[in-house]
């Protein structure tokens, strides 16, 4: 817990983000090193526009907030609204000299960032960036000939490892002088856009009305603790139990090898600096390299995504290859709706999207392949399964979510082939071969022996009929037939490259 010392003349507005936590926050040790602190977060769906966050997300927002506030002593300051207006004019009212903050890479942050410099230093503030989110820089990863990588090895192996090392982890400011809230509400306008008093630490926070009024609510609560102190909590966990085997056990959803640290690591709770030097730490010394390179290569993936973005900025919606275009992707609301609601009637893909929609998350290997039946055996154009994950996750990111989709379309980069059709119901007798994930999100499925609960519809019908399933009643017949819908696929993707064989 940071503590106060006496006031500086020279006040400084930290800006918080996708950072929010205090230990290894470069803007807001930059920021304590020169006098006071204004800890300020800005909710500004005016410039995020499309991709203004999800509801889970939201969800995620309020609670992270409240752990932040806490931590800075009930002194956050929460606005709303286009940041290009509000922290210029939040500036020139509190008098603050120095604005600092660290740095996002969506597009829309960039030119709003970029242009939020130029106005701040017109009214002759200071304004510093920092790199508080990432490993390495996306400008720092490059090819010899100084172009971006397009393949992930590549990248990682040979650029990220000829980077420079990640630097140590940052403690938290020793010492922290905050400034009172009060005092900066009562010295602004009264005819200031800025609503301060019902703006500061919980109120505030609250006003910004982030938490969904559904069910959905229950279930996030149940799986998630929330905040920086949970992220380390969590991490450790992750540490002890779970990086053990994790090159193996990461393939299996009902098995505890995942870390769940991405919803941590998108808000800034936890930085990748510290979970890198901390897996580094725990792998060397417990006789683990392979499970810790293994894990570090996954941390490697969330790089090459910024460096996607960051040099595509057109990647959420436009296909890295242009070919893909012209796929034919086909529009069939009821298949969709199915594939959202999980009632597709292929178990693997039901429990993973049962999954997303009670706990806000889904399990990788199973995102796969609900991504691969969406968007090969339904044709549904990757857009859409997208969208469905931005307002579905709680580690809902830009970057992320965008490659992984052109990934497992094959128009990404360092995309899968478009060969590579995920069969659900052997990814699921693979790796869930006793059904203890499909039993977890799939109740009415519970009573089927192992050999046949991966595919009900296979099953004899006294098998079927002996569990109190009821194919079309209390679980779905599939919506499509597996081998046929495959087939249909690589018609329609050999279709963009007359030649290509299977």
């Known amino acids: 817990m940071p503590t106060?010392?006496?006031?500086?003349?020279?006040?400084?507005?930290?800006?918080?983000?996708?950072?929010?936590?205090?230990?290894?926050?470069?803007?807001?040790?930059?920021?304590?090193?020169?006098?006071?602190?204004?800890?300020?977060?800005?909710?500004?769906?005016?410039?995020?526009?499309?991709?203004?966050?999800?509801?889970?997300?939201?969800?995620?927002?309020?609670?992270?907030?409240m752990a932040l506030n806490q931590s800075l002593q009930g002194r956050l300051l929460v606005l709303k609204g286009d940041a290009l207006s509000v922290l210029p004019a939040l500036a020139r009212q509190v008098g603050?000299?120095?604005?600092?903050?660290?740095r996002c890479y969506e597009p829309w942050r960039v030119q709003r960032d970029k242009r939020l410099?130029?106005?701040?230093?017109?009214?002759?503030?200071?304004?510093?960036?920092?790199?508080?989110?990432?490993?390495?820089e996306p400008w720092q990863v490059l090819k010899e000939d100084q172009?971006?990588?397009?393949?992930?090895?590549?990248?990682?192996?040979?650029?990220?490892?000829?980077?420079?090392?990640?630097?140590?982890?940052?403690?938290?400011?020793?010492?922290?002088?905050?400034?009172?809230?009060?005092?900066?509400?009562?010295?602004?306008?009264?005819?200031?856009?800025?609503?301060?008093?019902?703006?500061?630490?919980?109120?505030?926070?609250?006003?910004?009305?982030?938490?969904?009024?559904?069910?959905?609510d229950g279930g996030l609560q149940q799986r998630w603790q929330v905040g920086e102190q949970a992220a380390q909590r969590r991490l450790t966990r992750f540490l002890e139990n779970g990086i053990r085997g994790y090159k193996e056990g990461r393939n299996f959803p009902a098995k505890e090898n995942?870390?769940?640290?991405?919803?941590?690591?998108?808000?800034?709770?936890?930085?990748?600096?510290?979970?890198?030097?901390?897996?580094?730490?725990?792998?060397?010394?417990?006789?683990?390299?392979?499970?810790l390179d293994c894990f570090q290569s996954e941390l490697g993936w969330r790089e090459f995504s910024y460096a996607l973005l960051y040099h595509n900025p057109t990647l959420p919606r436009r296909a890295i290859q242009p070919r893909f275009e012209h796929f034919p992707w086909q529009k069939n609301p009821p298949l969709l709706s199915a594939w959202q609601r999980g009632e597709t009637g292929i178990p693997l893909v039901d429990a993973g999207m049962?999954?997303?929609?009670?706990?806000?998350?889904?399990?990788?290997?199973?995102?796969?392949?609900?991504?691969?039946?969406?968007?090969?055996?339904?044709?549904?154009?990757?857009?859409?399964?997208?969208?469905?994950?931005?307002?579905?996750l709680v580690d809902a990111d830009l970057a992320s979510n965008a490659a992984s989709w052109q990934w497992i379309a094959g128009c990404g980069a360092d995309a899968a082939p478009y060969f590579r059709v995920f069969n659900a119901v052997t990814q699921s007798e693979k790796f869930d071969a006793e059904g203890d994930y499909?039993?977890?999100?799939?109740?009415?499925?519970?009573?089927?022996?192992?050999?046949?609960?991966?595919?009900?519809?296979?099953?004899?019908?006294?098998?079927?009929?002996?569990?109190?399933?009821?194919?079309?009643?209390?679980?779905?017949?599939?919506?499509?037939?597996?081998?046929?819908?495959?087939?249909?696929?690589?018609?329609?993707?050999?279709?963009?490259?007359?030649?290509?064989?299977?």
């Open 438 to 502: 499909l039993r977890r999100y799939l109740p009415e499925l519970a009573k089927l022996p192992n050999k046949y609960i991966h595919a009900p519809f296979m099953a004899p019908d006294s098998i079927v009929r002996a569990a109190g399933v009821r194919l079309d009643s209390n679980y779905p017949a599939p919506v499509v037939d597996l081998k046929q819908s495959r087939e249909q696929a690589l018609a329609a993707f050999k279709s963009l490259t007359p030649g290509l064989d299977a």
């Open 354 to 392: 049962r999954e997303l929609w009670q706990t806000g998350y889904m399990h990788n290997r199973v995102r796969m392949v609900v991504g691969s039946f969406l968007v090969k055996n339904l044709l549904t154009h990757w857009h859409d399964g997208e969208d469905w994950f931005w307002d579905c």
């Open 117 to 136: 410099k130029e106005l701040l230093q017109q009214q002759g503030s200071v304004a510093r960036s920092f790199n508080g989110s990432l490993l390495w």
């Open 147 to 216: 172009t971006p990588y397009k393949v992930f090895t590549p990248y990682f192996r040979r650029g990220c490892m000829k980077a420079a090392a990640p630097g140590q982890p940052l403690p938290i400011p020793s010492q922290l002088d905050l400034v009172d809230l009060t005092i900066v509400s009562t010295s602004l306008s009264v005819d200031t856009a800025l609503d301060l008093p019902q703006l500061t630490g919980e109120a505030g926070i609250k006003a910004l009305n982030l938490l969904p009024h559904i069910p959905w």
């Open 258 to 291: 995942v870390s769940g640290l991405s919803p941590h690591l998108h808000f800034g709770e936890i930085s990748p600096r510290q979970v890198w030097h901390a897996a580094l730490s725990s792998g060397l010394t417990g006789g683990f390299e392979n499970d």
């Open 96 to 102: 603050a000299s120095h604005i600092v903050w660290n």
């Open 4 to 65: 106060r010392h006496a006031s500086t003349t020279q006040q400084t507005i930290v800006w918080f983000r996708q950072d929010l936590r205090l230990s290894d926050n470069p803007a807001l040790v930059d920021a304590a090193n020169t006098g006071s602190v204004l800890p300020v977060y800005i909710l500004d769906d005016v410039n995020a526009a499309d991709w203004a966050m999800g509801g889970a997300s939201r969800w995620w927002l309020h609670h992270s907030l």
